[in-house]
T-cell receptor, first 115, second 111 residues
Framework: GAGVSQSPSNKVTEKGKDVELRCDPISGHTALYWYRQSLGQGLEFLIYFQGNSAPDKSGLPSDRFSAERTGGSVSTLTIQRTQQEDSAVYLC?????????????FGEGSRLTVL | GENVEQHPSTLSVQEGDSAVIKCTYSDSASNYFPWYKQELGKRPQLIIDIRSNVGEKKDQRIAVTLNKTAKHFSLHITETQPEDSAVYFCAARSSASKIIFGSGTRLSIRP
């Protein structure tokens, strides 16, 4: 695709339910990042995938959060047993992955509201 | 772990004046420092970046400086215009390619 695509754009769920957020990166981009942005706040690093290497999960806030990237392309961020503090915009970004590549291309984000 | 601190959190300047935003990073192995601009309701977009082998980079009204010894870098916007109003984020990429962002600066340009 022309850019990073995320779905759903908006998700309202009840506390305790599981949610899945999807990211489709720019074709050919081997590096993929997930960030969380709470209202009016900064970009909190969650997880980073690079090619076939083991992902860097050091930013995941709890074991309720997990992410996978299948076939080196599409990624899914899963939040189990959602809590109200999980409410935020979840941003996905990709970059081409080469040593000289720096720019992150962000998706529009998935806004999660936990009631 | 890696950390990036950004100051100030809010900044208001008169149109035409300059704005400066400062960041410090903790990982001395960081080698790439981008700046992103996020307009209200939109996604962050890269405006300028600098690599660890240079000390300064300019692009029209914006410039970034890097002091590797002190582990800090700054964004300078000259001749500010209303369209510069946005939230600006600095970031640092570690040797492991993890990209950590600062907490953001909300810049307002007064007419």
């Amino acid at each position: 695709g022309a850019g990073v695509s995320q779905s759903p754009s908006n998700k309202v769920t009840e506390k305790g339910k599981d949610v899945e957020l999807r990211c489709d990166p720019i074709s050919g981009h081997t590096a993929l990042y997930w960030y969380r942005q709470s209202l009016g706040q900064g970009l909190e690093f969650l997880i980073y995938f690079q090619g076939n290497s083991a992902p860097d999960k050091s930013g995941l806030p709890s074991d309720r959060f997990s992410a996978e990237r299948t076939g080196g392309s599409v990624s899914t961020l899963t939040i189990q047993r959602t809590q109200q503090e999980d409410s935020a915009v979840y941003l996905c970004a990709s970059r081409s992955g080469g040593e000289g590549s720096g720019e992150l291309f962000f998706g529009e984000g998935s806004r999660l509201t936990v009631l | 772990g890696e950390n990036v601190e950004q100051h100030p959190s809010t900044l208001s300047v008169q149109e035409g004046d300059s704005a400066v935003i400062k960041c410090t990073y903790s990982d001395s192995a960081s080698n790439y420092f981008p700046w992103y601009k996020q307009e209200l309701g939109k996604r962050p977009q890269l405006i300028i970046d600098i690599r660890s082998n240079v000390g300064e980079k300019k692009d029209q009204r914006i410039a970034v400086t890097l002091n590797k010894t002190a582990k800090h870098f700054s964004l300078h916007i000259t001749e500010t215009q209303p369209e510069d109003s946005a939230v600006y984020f600095c970031a640092a990429r570690s040797s492991a390619s993890k990209i950590i962002f600062g907490s953001g600066t909300r810049l307002s340009i007064r007419p």
